[in-house]
């Protein structure tokens, strides 16, 4: 298993809610891992990003469940 089958999608292309997902949890771990280096307090941004980046990652999990319906 390659790390590239992560990002993509059924249809065999990249799915972008996955990579922005992704992208959106690196950005959020390095923000923490900054803020506790620095003792600095992370601001609520982050708490969006981490929050928006889950949900993209569990929107391209449900659009995965309607599509098996319909192939045949």
């Not at 280096?37 to 659009?63: C, H, M, N, Q, R």
């Amino acid at each position: 298993m390659s790390w590239k089958t992560i990002f993509l999608a059924h249809s065999g292309g990249f799915s972008s809610k996955r990579v922005c997902g992704v992208i959106g949890w690196l950005v959020c771990i390095i923000l923490l891992i900054a803020g506790f280096i620095l003792e600095k307090p992370v601001s609520e941004f982050a708490d969006y990003v981490l929050i928006t980046s889950a949900s993209l990652l569990g929107v391209d999990s449900l659009t995965g469940v309607f599509s098996k319906g319909n192939r045949n």
